[in-house]
C-alpha cells in the first residue's frame, strides 16, 4: 500500500496537506474485513474475503402457514339471529341435535329467510301503528284548540246592544251597540261623534218645532194643520234620521264599505233640502220657519220669538250639514272607494242575505210551476 502513499506528480518542494500527521494516522490505520481486499492487485488474486459469521447456532428459513377463518356453525348463527330477532321466530332452537348435525347449516338458513320477512313487516306495522296514534292524538289537540279559539272569538263578538240607554226596568230593550273608542279608527272618532251630535241636535229641533207650532196653534186656531204636522215630523224624522243616515256614516267608518257611504251621501243630501225647507217656514207645512215666525210677529211677541228660535236652530242644522258633508266627502276620497266597488258590495250584500235569496227561490219556483 506503500506505492499508492506517495504522489508522483507532485512537487517534492510543495508541502503536501495529506502528509499531515492527523491525516496520516487515520490513513494508515489497520483495517480489517472487506477493506483490506484490493481487486487491482496481483498479489491478492485468490485471495477471498473470508465472512464473518453470527455468533449463535443457525436455523433454517420456516414459512408460517396462512389461518383460514372457520365456518360459523349452526349454534354460532343462532346465537347471532336471536340478537335481531324476536323470541317467537326462533322455533329453529327447537330443533333436535340430529337435524343440527345433518343439515343444520340450511335448515337454520331456511327457516331465517323464512322468518325475517315476516319481522320487517310486524316491525314497520308497529311503527305506522305509532305514528298514526301520534297523529290522532295531534289531530285531536288541534281540534280542541281550533273549539277554544272559535268560542273565544265568539264571545268577543257578541256583545250586548247599549243603545239606546234604557233603563233596567224598561220593557224595551236596546236595539243598537256603539262604541266609538271600540269600532270606529282613532282617525273618524270625531267627525263620527260630531254626525252623532247633529242627529242630537236634529231631534232637538224637531221637537222645538213641535212647540213653536203648538203656541202658534194656541194663537191662531187655523193653524191646527201645522201643529200636526209637527208631531208628524218628530215622530217620523228623529228615528229616521238615525237609522237613513247616521248608521250608514258609522258602519262606513266602521268597515270602511263604499255602499254605506253612497247611502250616507244621498239620504244626507235629501236631509239638507228638508233643513232648507223648514228654516223658509212655508205655510201649512208644519215648520216654523223665518216666514212663519215673522208672519207671527203682529199677532203675538212672544210666540214669534219661540218660533225664530226654531227657525234658527234649523238654519244651525243646515249650515251644520253642509260642513259636515263637505268633511265626509273629503275623508271619503282620501280612502280610495269608487261607485263600482259600491256596486260589488251591495251585489254582494244582496246575495249573500238569506231573505233574498229565499224570497228569490220562491220567486223562481212559482214562476217556473206557473209555466
Known amino acids: ?152 272569538v265568539a264571545n268577543l263578538h257578541v256583545r250586548e246592544n247599549n243603545w239606546p240607554p234604557l233603563p233596567l226596568w224598561c220593557p224595551v230593550k236596546p236595539c243598537f251597540y256603539q262604541d266609538f273608542s271600540t269600532e270606529i279608527p282613532a282617525d273618524y272618532q270625531r267627525i263620527c261623534k260630531m254626525l252623532y251630535y247633529l242627529w242630537m241636535l236634529h231631534s232637538v229641533t224637531l221637537f222645538l218645532n213641535l212647540l213653536a207650532c203648538l203656541a202658534w196653534f194656541l194663537v191662531d186656531s187655523s193653524k191646527g194643520v201645522d201643529f200636526g204636522l209637527s208631531i208628524l215630523w218628530f215622530v217620523i224624522f228623529t228615528p229616521c234620521a238615525f237609522l237613513c243616515w247616521y248608521r250608514p256614516i258609522y258602519k262606513a267608518f266602521r268597515s270602511d264599505n263604499s255602499f254605506s257611504f253612497f247611502v250616507f251621501f244621498f239620504v244626507f243630501f235629501c236631509q239638507i233640502g228638508i233643513y232648507v225647507i223648514q228654516l223658509i217656514g212655508i205655510p201649512n207645512l208644519g215648520d216654523s220657519g223665518w216666514i212663519a215666525a215673522l208672519s207671527t210677529l203682529k199677532q203675538d211677541l212672544a210666540v214669534s220669538i219661540i218660533m225664530m228660535v226654531a227657525a234658527g236652530f234649523f238654519t244651525l242644522c243646515t249650515v251644520l250639514s253642509l260642513f259636515l258633508l263637505k268633511r265626509v266627502h273629503s275623508l271619503y276620497r282620501r280612502t280610495g272607494a269608487s261607485f263600482q266597488q259600491a256596486q260589488e258590495e251591495f251585489s254582494q250584500g244582496i246575495f249573500s242575505n238569506r231573505t233574498f235569496r229565499s224570497a228569490a227561490s220562491s220567486a223562481a219556483q212559482g214562476a217556473f210551476q206557473g209555466n
Do not use: I
Open 1 to 152: 500500500m506503500s506505492a499508492f502513499d506517495t504522489n508522483p506528480f507532485a512537487d517534492p518542494v510543495d508541502v503536501n496537506p495529506f502528509q499531515d500527521p492527523s491525516v496520516t494516522q487515520l490513513t494508515n490505520a489497520p483495517q480489517g474485513g472487506l477493506a483490506e481486499f484490493n481487486p487491482f492487485s496481483e498479489t491478492n488474486a485468490a485471495t477471498t474475503v473470508p465472512v464473518t459469521h453470527l455468533p449463535g447456532p443457525s436455523q433454517p428459513a420456516v414459512l408460517q402457514p396462512s389461518v383460514e377463518p372457520t365456518q360459523p356453525t349452526p349454534q354460532l348463527l343462532l346465537r347471532q339471529a336471536s340478537k335481531f330477532l324476536p323470541t317467537r321466530f326462533l322455533a329453529v332452537s327447537e330443533l333436535s341435535e340430529r337435524q343440527m348435525l345433518l343439515g343444520g347449516d340450511s335448515v337454520l338458513r331456511d327457516s331465517y329467510m323464512r322468518n325475517l320477512p315476516k319481522a320487517v313487516a310486524s316491525a314497520a306495522q308497529a311503527s305506522l301503528l305509532r305514528q298514526q296514534e301520534e297523529l290522532d292524538r295531534k289531530a285531536a289537540e288541534l281540534e280542541r284548540k281550533e273549539r277554544e279559539l272559535q268560542n273565544t
